[in-house]
């Protein structure tokens, strides 16, 4: 590949953290009266900003609700820690190939901030990436913000980053500011939905994504 800058979606793509995701919204909603949904729908708004996953998830909410919501779910969340285990096998060492390649890596993702610190500390992964941003410090994906801020820290042109991500939410923000894409399918949504937005590819195995990622 020609791309210089690997940008990289958290939850669902290199950690694991798609179903517990999903059980801290289930419990922090049903707590507070709200009625449960599918399991499929907590899932589906996974990659959105939160204030834009709740909207989806529970429209009308007040923003009182939104803030006791959104402190229940940081509650149940913070109970399981992100670890190197629950880094996506794989993923570790290719962080590791691609800064020893001298390919700059970033995150951009849909967590808070305080989240992604706390991830990025707790994870041992902070240290790979040159900039990380987050929804609450710009706006939630598809909208390309926290891509524009990525390539202006490089200073780069959108055709020499890549995003790699696990949702509609990445591909279509990829998308809209002309970045090529790359689809991973063992997070939130499916190869047939990630295509949609025209990646690049879609890869099946952590494998396969390094083989493209380092051709």
């Not at 670890?83 to 996506?88: E, G, L, N, R, V």
Request: charge should be negative.
């Amino acid at each position: 590949m020609t791309q210089r800058v690997v940008i990289f979606d958290w939850d669902g793509t290199l950690v694991d953290s798609v179903d517990h995701i999903a059980d801290s919204l289930h419990q922090a909603a049903t707590d507070m009266g709200f009625p449960p949904r599918d399991r499929a729908d907590y899932r589906d708004i996974i990659g959105l900003g939160m204030v834009e996953a709740l909207d989806r998830l529970y429209p009308g909410m007040t923003p009182e609700e939104m803030r006791q919501i959104r402190e229940g779910y940081a509650r149940y969340f913070f109970q399981q820690p992100v670890t190197p285990q629950s880094i996506f096998e794989g993923m570790a060492p290719l962080l590791e190939s691609l800064s020893e390649a001298g390919r700059p890596l970033a995150v951009a993702t849909g967590k808070s901030r305080p989240g992604l610190s706390r991830a990025l500390a707790s994870s041992g992964l902070g240290a790979r990436f040159g900039i990380t941003c987050c929804a609450d410090e710009t706006r939630s994906k598809p909208d390309p913000a926290m891509l524009h801020r990525i390539l202006a820290h490089y200073d780069i042109a959108p055709g020499e980053a890549v995003m790699i991500g696990d949702t509609v939410y990445d591909m279509e923000m990829a998308a809209r500011v002309g970045m090529p894409s790359v689809g991973v399918s063992w997070g939130v949504h499916s190869p047939e939905q990630l295509n949609q937005h025209d990646p690049v590819t879609v890869v099946q195995t952590v494998t396969e994504l390094r083989d493209y990622l380092l051709a």
